[in-house]
């Protein structure tokens, strides 16, 4: 009997330090923040695992519920060992970051322009970035007489649109696609148009923005007629009655590219898209938010990113070291990195595979041609979805009733919200 306890013992003995192994094996954990990118990256966790024997998990938060997921994620034993940290989200993940100051994934950066830091804590890094504007086809201004070298400024835009409307019912088509307002569309104008509001203020200003992760607690509201002047252009000549919009359920992605409209407001992610529904690549360009602004003849795109790289500092340092290596792979690796740019449109580092996006050689372009990039400023909007439904509402109401009243409760809505929705989020 003694015998037999003493087997016993031993067993669970052993069957106990496997176990304490198994727990210490180290593995990665992805909470993705790209919904369009789960499948790619569930191929390229396939290619680690099969390579090294890490297993590696990608899952993909629903869109526009990523906070929420990271929050009930995080409280898990088995937490994600990498997330997504813009810097609205420093004040709540900082502490949870791993400082990545000098460590090899941070080595492979081939800019710091996409780095998010607390302090001098390096808190979170770009892994793609991205841009947008007005997304035009030049074949379609060439019918009309037209060509996009004309067009240089708002004066230019403008006169260039209005031509095509002059002229639609001949042509064909009409000069911008619709801009809904339903959740679908909505994003490209209380998130992306009134970041030229955001940008020039910023240029105007920056050590009201210096302080990285929070912004500024009030806008000044300097370029809202800017941003009127460029917004109603849009709205006035289009394939859509202004008063229209609010109902939604317009798809300006196929307008586009069945050649009802000349211009598209997006970004560079509608490219492949856009050539998979059979546009050509030569016909297709990119240019800035001209609303107006002195200088703006030497304004680049919107390129920036919400997409950013923590790893989790409370992870174990086994986790860790594994999340590390699988990172740097990813950038390093020759097949890995296609795949990676594929999916991202382009990374930030040294050895990853170079870009195909047409869009994005746009944007480095007007870079190289000494122009002045529109940072991502929009990234700062605070109780984002609170303070963007507001808008949504100010400008259903100014598109059904374009009146100098409800244009006033439009800038109320970006300019006085912001502030309201800082101190909710901020105290």
């Known amino acids: 009997m003694k015998k037999l306890l003493a087997v016993l013992m031993a067993l669970v003995m052993v069957l106990s330090f496997a176990a304490c192994g198994q727990d210490d094996e180290p593995s990665v954990y992805w909470l993705n923040f790209k919904p369009e990118s789960d499948e790619a990256l569930k191929e390229i966790a396939a290619m680690y695992t099969a390579e090294t024997g890490i297993p590696v998990e990608i899952v993909t938060a629903a869109s526009g519920t990523y906070s929420e997921t990271l929050t009930a994620e995080m409280d898990k034993a088995d937490a994600p060992t990498i997330f997504v940290v813009s810097p609205n989200g420093v004040p709540t993940w900082g502490d949870y970051c791993l400082d990545l100051?000098?460590?090899?994934?941070?080595?492979?950066?081939?800019?710091?322009?996409?780095?998010?830091?607390?302090?001098?804590?390096?808190?979170?890094?770009?892994?793609?970035?991205?841009?947008?504007?007005?997304?035009?086809?030049?074949?379609?201004?060439n019918k009309a007489g037209h060509d996009v070298s004309e067009i240089t400024n708002f004066e230019t835009l403008k006169a260039v649109v209005e031509d095509i409307t002059?002229?639609?019912?001949?042509?064909?088509?009409?000069?911008?696609?619709?801009?809904?307002?339903?959740?679908?569309?909505?994003?490209?104008?209380?998130?992306?148009?009134?970041?030229?509001?955001?940008?020039?203020?910023?240029?105007?200003d920056p050590e009201a923005w210096g302080n990285g992760a929070y912004g500024p607690a009030e806008l000044t509201g300097a370029y809202m007629d800017n941003f009127k002047a460029l917004y109603d252009l849009m709205v006035e000549n289009s394939t859509t009655d202004r008063k229209e919009l609010a109902n939604g359920g317009f798809d300006a992605a196929a307008e586009f590219a069945n050649g009802e409209a000349a211009f598209y407001v997006n970004g560079n992610w509608e490219y492949q898209g856009l050539l998979d529904k059979g546009m050509n690549a030569d016909d297709l360009y990119m240019i800035p938010y001209y609303s107006g602004i002195e200088g703006e003849e030497k304004a680049g795109l919107n390129c920036g990113t919400e997409n950013y790289w923590a790893i989790n500092g409370k992870a174990s340092q086994a986790d860790i070291d594994a999340t590390m290596d699988f990172l740097v792979w990813l950038v390093t690796d020759a097949e890995a990195s296609e795949k990676a740019v594929t999916?991202?449109?382009?990374?930030?580092?040294?050895?990853?595979?170079?870009?195909?996006?047409?869009?994005?050689?746009?944007?480095?372009?007007?870079l190289a041609d000494g122009c002045y990039n529109f940072a991502w400023v929009t990234n700062y909007q605070p109780n984002v979805d609170a303070y963007r439904e507001t808008a949504v509402n100010a400008l259903n109401a100014y598109n059904a009733d374009p009146s100098d009243a409800n244009w006033a409760t439009v800038v109320t809505a970006f300019i006085d919200g912001w502030a309201v929705q800082y101190a909710a989020a901020n105290g």
């Open 101 to 141: 100051t000098g460590t090899p994934i941070a080595n492979e950066l081939a800019t710091d322009a996409y780095n998010v830091y607390d302090g001098d804590k390096l808190v979170s890094i770009g892994y793609c970035y991205e841009c947008y504007g007005i997304i035009v086809n030049n074949a379609l201004l």
């Open 166 to 204: 002059a002229n639609s019912e001949t042509l064909g088509f009409d000069a911008f696609t619709s801009a809904g307002m339903d959740g679908s569309s909505s994003w490209r104008f209380t998130g992306h148009l009134i970041n030229l509001e955001y940008v020039h203020e910023y240029r105007d």
């Open 343 to 366: 999916t991202f449109g382009v990374m930030p580092y040294k050895s990853a595979a170079e870009s195909t996006n047409r869009f994005l050689a746009q944007a480095n372009a007007y």
